[in-house]
Protein backbone atom coordinates (compact mmCIF):
# COMPACT_ATOMS: atom_id res chain seq x y z
CA UNK A 1 0.00 0.00 0.00
CA UNK A 2 1.27 3.13 -0.83
CA UNK A 3 2.58 5.93 2.02
CA UNK A 4 -0.45 8.18 2.84
CA UNK A 5 1.58 10.43 5.29
CA UNK A 6 4.27 11.19 2.65
CA UNK A 7 1.80 11.40 0.29
CA UNK A 8 -0.62 13.99 1.76
CA UNK A 9 2.71 15.72 2.38
CA UNK A 10 3.44 16.18 -0.92
CA UNK A 11 0.10 17.32 -1.78
CA UNK A 12 0.40 19.49 1.12
CA UNK A 13 3.46 21.05 0.04
CA UNK A 14 2.21 21.73 -3.35
CA UNK A 15 -1.38 23.30 -2.70
CA UNK A 16 -1.02 24.75 1.33
CA UNK A 17 -4.72 26.22 1.40
CA UNK A 18 -6.63 24.88 -1.16
CA UNK A 19 -9.69 26.20 -1.80
CA UNK A 20 -13.04 24.36 -3.60
CA UNK A 21 -13.83 25.71 -6.81
CA UNK A 22 -17.61 26.69 -6.51
CA UNK A 23 -18.40 29.96 -5.22
CA UNK A 24 -20.89 30.22 -2.59
CA UNK A 25 -21.08 33.01 0.59
CA UNK A 26 -23.35 30.45 2.99
CA UNK A 27 -24.19 27.16 3.37
CA UNK A 28 -27.39 27.13 1.49
CA UNK A 29 -25.27 28.71 -1.29
CA UNK A 30 -22.75 25.54 -1.22
CA UNK A 31 -25.56 23.06 -0.69
CA UNK A 32 -27.10 24.49 -4.18
CA UNK A 33 -23.93 25.23 -6.42
CA UNK A 34 -23.30 21.69 -5.06
CA UNK A 35 -26.71 20.01 -6.50
CA UNK A 36 -26.02 22.08 -9.80
CA UNK A 37 -22.69 20.70 -9.94
CA UNK A 38 -23.56 17.16 -10.91
CA UNK A 39 -22.45 16.06 -14.57
CA UNK A 40 -21.62 19.78 -14.97
CA UNK A 41 -18.33 21.68 -14.58
CA UNK A 42 -17.90 23.82 -11.66
CA UNK A 43 -17.27 26.90 -14.20
CA UNK A 44 -20.31 26.23 -15.59
CA UNK A 45 -21.66 26.65 -12.14
CA UNK A 46 -20.06 29.54 -11.06
CA UNK A 47 -21.84 31.49 -14.29
CA UNK A 48 -24.88 29.77 -13.17
CA UNK A 49 -25.28 31.10 -9.82
CA UNK A 50 -24.05 34.29 -10.02
CA UNK A 51 -27.57 35.55 -11.43
CA UNK A 52 -29.44 32.47 -9.36
CA UNK A 53 -28.02 33.68 -5.91
CA UNK A 54 -28.93 37.68 -6.66
CA UNK A 55 -32.80 36.36 -7.58
CA UNK A 56 -33.22 33.54 -4.51
CA UNK A 57 -31.43 34.73 -1.17
CA UNK A 58 -33.20 32.85 1.49
CA UNK A 59 -34.42 29.06 2.08
CA UNK A 60 -38.29 30.75 1.98
CA UNK A 61 -37.61 31.96 -1.73
CA UNK A 62 -36.68 28.74 -3.34
CA UNK A 63 -39.30 27.05 -1.68
CA UNK A 64 -41.99 29.33 -3.06
CA UNK A 65 -40.93 29.92 -6.48
CA UNK A 66 -42.11 28.65 -9.72
CA UNK A 67 -39.87 25.33 -10.80
CA UNK A 68 -40.01 26.79 -13.90
CA UNK A 69 -38.24 29.98 -13.27
CA UNK A 70 -35.42 27.58 -11.40
CA UNK A 71 -35.33 25.74 -14.46
CA UNK A 72 -34.53 28.86 -16.82
CA UNK A 73 -31.93 30.20 -14.24
CA UNK A 74 -30.10 26.46 -14.20
CA UNK A 75 -30.66 25.50 -17.69
CA UNK A 76 -27.31 24.81 -19.15
CA UNK A 77 -25.94 23.40 -16.26
CA UNK A 78 -27.82 19.73 -17.70
CA UNK A 79 -30.83 17.13 -15.56
CA UNK A 80 -32.44 20.75 -15.06
CA UNK A 81 -35.78 19.59 -14.31
CA UNK A 82 -34.46 16.98 -11.49
CA UNK A 83 -31.96 19.79 -10.48
CA UNK A 84 -34.76 22.09 -9.88
CA UNK A 85 -36.89 19.84 -8.61
CA UNK A 86 -34.29 18.51 -6.06
CA UNK A 87 -33.15 22.59 -5.10
CA UNK A 88 -37.31 23.45 -4.02
CA UNK A 89 -38.04 20.54 -2.36
CA UNK A 90 -34.34 20.55 -0.56
CA UNK A 91 -35.87 23.97 0.77
CA UNK A 92 -39.11 22.97 1.45
CA UNK A 93 -37.43 20.33 4.17
CA UNK A 94 -35.10 22.50 5.67
CA UNK A 95 -37.84 24.90 6.40
CA UNK A 96 -39.93 22.24 7.88
CA UNK A 97 -37.37 19.80 9.79
CA UNK A 98 -34.71 22.18 10.30
CA UNK A 99 -35.99 25.97 11.01
CA UNK A 100 -34.46 27.36 7.76
CA UNK A 101 -31.35 26.32 8.18
CA UNK A 102 -29.21 23.90 6.49
CA UNK A 103 -28.40 21.15 8.69
CA UNK A 104 -24.99 20.31 10.01
CA UNK A 105 -24.83 16.45 9.99
CA UNK A 106 -24.24 13.93 7.57
CA UNK A 107 -27.36 11.85 8.91
CA UNK A 108 -29.35 14.58 8.52
CA UNK A 109 -27.69 16.22 5.33
CA UNK A 110 -28.30 12.87 3.68
CA UNK A 111 -32.42 13.30 3.91
CA UNK A 112 -32.44 16.27 1.60
CA UNK A 113 -33.44 15.10 -2.21
CA UNK A 114 -30.62 15.28 -4.63
CA UNK A 115 -27.70 15.04 -1.47
CA UNK A 116 -25.35 12.33 -1.36
CA UNK A 117 -21.98 11.72 0.76
CA UNK A 118 -20.23 13.64 -2.08
CA UNK A 119 -22.32 16.66 -1.81
CA UNK A 120 -22.44 16.38 2.29
CA UNK A 121 -19.05 16.03 2.91
CA UNK A 122 -18.79 19.18 0.83
CA UNK A 123 -21.03 21.35 2.52
CA UNK A 124 -19.60 19.63 6.17
CA UNK A 125 -16.16 20.42 5.08
CA UNK A 126 -16.24 23.94 3.34
CA UNK A 127 -19.31 25.37 5.07
CA UNK A 128 -18.74 24.28 8.64
CA UNK A 129 -15.48 23.28 8.74
CA UNK A 130 -16.49 19.92 9.87
CA UNK A 131 -13.96 17.21 9.07
CA UNK A 132 -14.94 15.38 5.80
CA UNK A 133 -13.88 13.67 2.64
CA UNK A 134 -15.62 14.14 -0.38
CA UNK A 135 -14.89 11.04 -3.10
CA UNK A 136 -15.54 13.15 -6.56
CA UNK A 137 -14.32 11.86 -10.12
CA UNK A 138 -10.55 13.22 -9.56
CA UNK A 139 -10.56 11.63 -5.71
CA UNK A 140 -11.29 7.79 -7.14
CA UNK A 141 -9.05 8.31 -10.22
CA UNK A 142 -6.02 9.53 -8.66
CA UNK A 143 -6.65 7.50 -5.39
CA UNK A 144 -6.46 4.01 -7.04
CA UNK A 145 -3.37 5.19 -9.26
CA UNK A 146 -1.52 6.28 -6.40
CA UNK A 147 -2.25 3.17 -4.68
CA UNK A 148 -4.07 4.78 -1.82
CA UNK A 149 -7.48 2.92 -2.69
CA UNK A 150 -8.45 -0.21 -4.09
CA UNK A 151 -12.00 0.34 -5.18
CA UNK A 152 -14.44 2.18 -7.60
CA UNK A 153 -17.00 2.60 -4.90
CA UNK A 154 -16.73 6.16 -3.93
CA UNK A 155 -18.17 5.01 -0.29
CA UNK A 156 -15.48 2.50 0.07
CA UNK A 157 -12.83 5.06 -1.22
CA UNK A 158 -14.25 7.39 1.70
CA UNK A 159 -13.32 5.34 4.16
CA UNK A 160 -9.58 3.74 2.88
CA UNK A 161 -8.83 7.29 2.64
CA UNK A 162 -10.33 8.11 6.56
CA UNK A 163 -7.58 5.79 7.57
CA UNK A 164 -4.65 7.22 5.89
CA UNK A 165 -5.22 10.50 6.56
CA UNK A 166 -5.21 12.85 9.94
CA UNK A 167 -8.90 13.54 10.55
CA UNK A 168 -8.40 17.42 10.60
CA UNK A 169 -6.57 16.76 7.15
CA UNK A 170 -9.28 15.41 5.46
CA UNK A 171 -10.85 18.13 3.71
CA UNK A 172 -7.31 19.36 2.71
CA UNK A 173 -6.42 16.47 1.49
CA UNK A 174 -9.44 15.48 -0.70
CA UNK A 175 -9.48 19.53 -2.37
CA UNK A 176 -5.74 18.59 -2.82
CA UNK A 177 -6.17 15.67 -4.85
CA UNK A 178 -8.68 17.06 -6.69
CA UNK A 179 -6.43 19.79 -7.53
CA UNK A 180 -3.92 17.49 -8.85
CA UNK A 181 -6.29 15.00 -10.71
CA UNK A 182 -6.58 18.16 -12.59
CA UNK A 183 -3.89 19.40 -13.09
CA UNK A 184 -1.18 16.83 -13.55
CA UNK A 185 -3.19 13.42 -13.35
CA UNK A 186 -5.22 13.84 -15.77
CA UNK A 187 -8.08 11.01 -16.95
CA UNK A 188 -6.22 10.53 -20.16
CA UNK A 189 -2.61 11.51 -20.48
CA UNK A 190 -1.75 11.87 -17.07
CA UNK A 191 1.45 14.49 -17.13
CA UNK A 192 3.79 11.74 -14.77
CA UNK A 193 7.00 13.53 -15.94
CA UNK A 194 6.04 16.29 -14.08
CA UNK A 195 4.41 15.01 -11.19
CA UNK A 196 5.98 15.66 -7.54
CA UNK A 197 4.53 12.21 -6.06
CA UNK A 198 6.07 10.05 -9.07
CA UNK A 199 8.42 8.46 -6.55
CA UNK A 200 4.99 7.42 -4.45
CA UNK A 201 2.95 6.47 -7.35
CA UNK A 202 1.65 2.60 -7.43
CA UNK A 203 0.00 3.25 -11.06
CA UNK A 204 1.11 0.27 -13.15
CA UNK A 205 0.34 1.92 -16.61
CA UNK A 206 2.55 5.04 -15.00
CA UNK A 207 5.63 5.63 -17.59
CA UNK A 208 9.34 4.79 -16.20
CA UNK A 209 11.47 7.36 -15.89
CA UNK A 210 13.75 5.34 -13.74
S1 LIG B 1 2.87 9.64 -11.37
FE1 LIG B 1 1.32 9.88 -12.99
S2 LIG B 1 -0.33 8.50 -12.42
FE2 LIG B 1 0.94 8.79 -10.60
S3 LIG B 1 -0.03 10.48 -9.49
FE3 LIG B 1 1.54 11.36 -10.78
S4 LIG B 1 0.48 11.93 -12.68
FE4 LIG B 1 -0.83 10.50 -11.57
Given at each position: ?????????????Q????E???????????????????????????????P???????????SE??????????????????K??????????????????????????????????????V??????????????????????R?G???????????????????????????????????????????E???C???????????????
Amino acid sequence: MADGKKICSLLFEQFPSPEIALNFSSPLELLIATILSAQCTDKRVNIVTKPLFERYRTVDDYSEAELLEIEQYIHSTGFYRNKAKSIKTCCQIINKQFKGSVPSTMEDLLTLPGVGRKTANVVLGAAFGIPSLPVDTHVIRVSNRLGLADSKDPDKIELQLMKQVSRNDWMHFATSLILHGRQICKAIKPECGSCYIYSECEWKEKPDYS
